[in-house]
Nanobody, 121 residues
Framework: QVQLVESGGGLVQAGGSLRLSCAAS????????MGWFRQAPGKEREFVAA???????NYADSVKGRFTISRDNAKNTVYLQMNNLKPEDTAVYYC???????????????WGQGTQVTLSS
């Protein structure tokens, strides 16, 4: 069992930056693929980024060049650095985990509660 707790959300102006963190429980964190998803009001949850335990990454086209996913296996934490934020980035951001090593598989077993990111124009 893996428990995930997100933090770092908030209100930010368009063009600004935020860094989300996701702390994971469990001794096998380093063997999990970690992902970030988001859900905007009235929309379905969508994939944002993922990172394998070997450091391979995958990004949604909408965030490429603006967001960076990283992980610190010693701290059982995955990060999402978000730069040049846009109003359409407003959403609840969820951290997710799955066993395996491909950041391109989008089915996840474990989910956090989410953290709200709101952009002001």
């Amino acid at each position: 069992q893996v428990q995930l707790v997100e933090s770092g959300g908030g209100l930010v102006q368009a063009g600004g930056s935020l860094r989300l963190s996701c702390a994971a429980s469990g001794r096998t964190f380093s063997t999990y693929v970690m992902g970030w998803f988001r859900q905007a009001p009235g929309k379905e949850r969508e994939f944002v980024a993922a990172i394998s335990w070997t450091g391979s990454t995958n990004y949604a086209d909408s965030v490429k060049g603006r967001f960076t996913i990283s992980r610190d296996n010693a701290k059982n934490t995955v990060y999402l650095q978000m730069n040049n934020l846009k109003p359409e980035d407003t959403a609840v951001y969820y951290c997710a985990a799955r066993s395996g090593n491909s950041p391109y598989v989008l089915e996840y077993n474990y989910w956090g509660q989410g953290t709200q990111v709101t952009l002001s124009s």
